[in-house]
């Protein structure tokens, strides 16, 4: 899930220096962390799973090159095989972000993955820096006292995130994408495994490939869903975004009811950004949780961003002709339900932030050019909008870099699924086109009718479990896919579509 919301902005900053990278080396480094690593696991219930499950721990170096300086502790779940099948190569959850803690999608992963459950443990690492494995905190108050409804979505001072930075106590340049690949295959064989299958999810697939390229004996299958290839860079979504939102505008016109509603959709965006950036509108709401009375500021920014990051699903999507409709009329209050959804602090199974900044800041953000930066901003829908917080705030973050090897593409033989959801505001299907251009043993499959994130459908976590029990590319039946209905919008506050 590549999202930069206001909170990214807010708790990323600069504690100054310049961290060298540590790039990573070879397996010898890894087994000989394994032989040294000390692993503690037990059974354990967590949030949302009725049935025991397996918690553990993996205690590991901060820097792989100095075994015996800070250590820190890797927090993992295990899912067990509803069949008990201990034999079964088990499956390995990479979470997107950068910056998702995997086991705080534990629950929901056990229900979505049901059918890959049922023959094959699913193993899930806290990424350094998240959740429970030394996790990037920044407790400003300055920061965690904002919500959805009281800020802007820029709204930051340097001196803020500059506070929150110093605030950290790891060393941030061995936050990096290779030491988390590192610490998975550390995991792996710390459990006895000798391979595993390997699932990534958006910025999981690039640490996929990364894994793929670092320890290709550790793995038996690799699934890319959503792929972010090395060569693409985190803050340049604005011709992607473009490209899901004129699908949007393509689809609701194809359908009768949504063309009937909505005939001029796209002329009542355009009015609406152009009016907020003239003037933002200024309501007074009940809190759509508290109920009490609240102060709402929607800017372009904060109207933009929230329509983008609801491309992302086809339940967002669907409601998108709708609110937009209604607030080229001036009724905002459709749009502050969807804003709504975003009134947590730190919902489980979001992105930590500070990782998401520590990784983008160094292993993207110098090698985009100004050029690069005009050209994705060349668009009519979120114009400049992905770019605002990388920019504002990588300038102060503490560096590290990536040697030159790391953007060079993978080139691997094991076998590989891609999948892609054509509507995807992020990564468009041209990125798994690229990859498997790359890949000597892959098929790329397009959901036609999906967006960000292809195994969200029964069919798409079917074609996952069949593969890695078969790994049969070119018998895998993805008729399913090509099965699913074009998306549907609500035309009324009536819900009706």
Known sequence: MWKL???VVCSALLASGLLTSSMMTSAEQTSSISSQSNLSIENCHVDGIKEQIKCGTLTVPENYQLP???QIDLHFTVLPAIDNSNNKIPLMFLAGGPGQAA?????MLRNRFYEVRKTHDIILVDQRGTGQSSQLKCDDEAFTAQSVYESLTFDFEVSEVQDCIADF???LSQYNSENAIRDFDAVRGALGHDKINVYGGSYGTRAALIYM??????????????????DMRIGLFGQSGARSYELLLSNCQAEESCQKAFPNLDQDYQKVFAELVAKPVELSI???RLGTATKLIIDADKFVSTIQQQLYSLTGRSMMPLVINQAAQGNFMPFVGVLAQADEKQPRGSVYTNLLMNIACNEDFPLIAEQDWQ???????????????????????????????????????????????????VTPPENGERADQMLANSRHIVAEHL???????????????KFIDELDLEGLDASCLAELPAETFMTSLNGNT
């Open 169 to 171: 106590t790891q060393d």
């Open 68 to 70: 015996a300086g800070q």
């Open 451 to 465: 967006s960000h994130i292809v195994a969200v459908n029964d069919c798409g976590v079917g074609l996952v479990a």
């Open 286 to 288: 009940p809190h759509p």
């Open 103 to 107: 086991t705080e999608l534990a629950a």
């Open 213 to 230: 390229r670092m320890f290709p004996e550790s793995l038996n299958s690799v699934v890319l869903d959503s792929v972010a290839p090395l």
């Open 375 to 425: 050209a994705d901003a060349s668009n009519q829908f979120a114009r400049n909008i992905s770019h605002r917080g990388v920019r504002l705030v990588c300038p102060l973050w503490p560096k590290y870099r990536p040697e030159a090897s790391f953007y060079e593409p993978v080139n691997s033989d094991i076998p590989t699924l891609i999948l892609s959801g054509n509507l995807d505001p």
């Open 5 to 7: 919301k206001r909170k």
